[in-house]
Nanobody, 126 residues
Framework: QVQLVESGGGSVQAGGSLRLSCVVSGYIYSRRCMAWFRQAPGKEREGVVQ???????WYANSVKGRFTTSRDDAKNTLYLQMNNLKPEDTAMYYC????????????????????WGQGTQVTVSS
């Protein structure tokens, strides 16, 4: 059984930082395209960053220069370091996994991702 479990969310003031983690089990984690998505109340789920099996990354324009993702394949863990957080970053954050080709397809569609975590809430106050 494949499981993705996120942690690390919380409440911070604008300008603060948080580090999210996503532990993957029951899966050949190292061979998958991984991603972070987020969804704010009343809005569609949007992609934040994708990372391929070689560690190459693609970031949404809204987070470039502030967010950094990394993967530790030995620990089956994906990380999202979020710095200089803004109130508009407030959302439920999800990690997701897909077949490797998704990372090269320029697709940010949630439908292309097969497995999802339960999400971790990030709240940024002004």
């Amino acid at each position: 059984q494949v499981q993705l479990v996120e942690s690390g969310g919380g409440s911070v003031q604008a300008g603060g930082s948080l580090r999210l983690s996503c532990v993957v089990s029951g899966y050949i984690y190292s061979r998958r395209c991984m991603a972070w998505f987020r969804q704010a109340p009343g809005k569609e789920r949007e992609g934040v960053v994708q990372v391929d099996t070689d560690g190459r990354t693609w970031y949404a324009n809204s987070v470039k220069g502030r967010f950094t993702t990394s993967r530790d394949d030995a620990k089956n863990t994906l990380y999202l370091q979020m710095n200089n957080l803004k109130p508009e970053d407030t959302a439920m954050y999800y990690c997701a996994a897909a077949r490797p080709s998704v990372c090269y397809s320029a697709s940010w569609s949630p439908r292309d991702f097969d497995y999802w975590g339960q999400g971790t809430q990030v709240t940024v106050s002004s």
